[in-house]
């Protein structure tokens, strides 16, 4: 009995992780990612006190309403001064990753986020680097121009 036991529960171990979604992981491979050169730069003369930030990208269909985004990819960096320059690599399967799933022709939205605790004081708050969305939304495309974010300290 005690061996029907355990194999009962190898067996439903066997089945629950042949059927767990898996996690697309982004490699550093040249081959498996491209990437999109952005310029995060604003109107203030911005000193951050901490320089560690995170920048994210999603995209969405750009057709449908009322969906989240998709978080295509994301990566830290340490930047002392705006503006900056960052290389931010995107997967070649980043429609795959879209969910609901896109077709092809399909349009698709990306956008970028950070997430910078600038002033230093352990939370993202008022005195923070944030995207200037009143300047323009933070859309990019995924091709090799370098595209620009604005960037302010937040009020």
Do not use: H, R
């Not at 029907?4 to 990612?33: H, Q, R, W, Y």
């Not at 951050?48 to 989240?68: E, F, G, R």
């Not at 931010?88 to 980043?94: F, R």
């Amino acid at each position: 009995m005690k061996q029907f036991i355990t194999f009962m529960s190898l067996g439903a171990l066997l089945l629950v992780s042949c059927n767990a979604p898996k996690k697309e992981v982004m490699t550093d491979k040249a081959s498996d990612a491209k990437n999109v050169k952005i310029e995060f730069t604003g109107a203030d003369n911005i000193v951050p006190k901490n320089a560690k930030l995170k920048v994210s990208l999603y995209a969405v269909q750009s057709n449908m309403a009322d969906v989240p985004a998709s978080l295509i990819t994301e990566k830290e960096y340490t930047q002392e001064k705006i503006p900056f320059t960052i290389d931010l690599p995107v997967p070649n399967n980043a429609e795959s990753l879209i969910k609901p799933e896109v077709k092809k022709g399909d349009p698709i939205k990306y956008y970028v986020t950070i997430s910078w605790d600038s002033n230093g004081n352990g939370v993202e708050d008022k005195g923070d680097i944030v995207i200037d969305y009143d300047k323009k939304f933070p859309t990019i495309e995924i091709n090799e121009n370098l595209q620009q974010i604005y960037l302010k300290v937040s009020k």
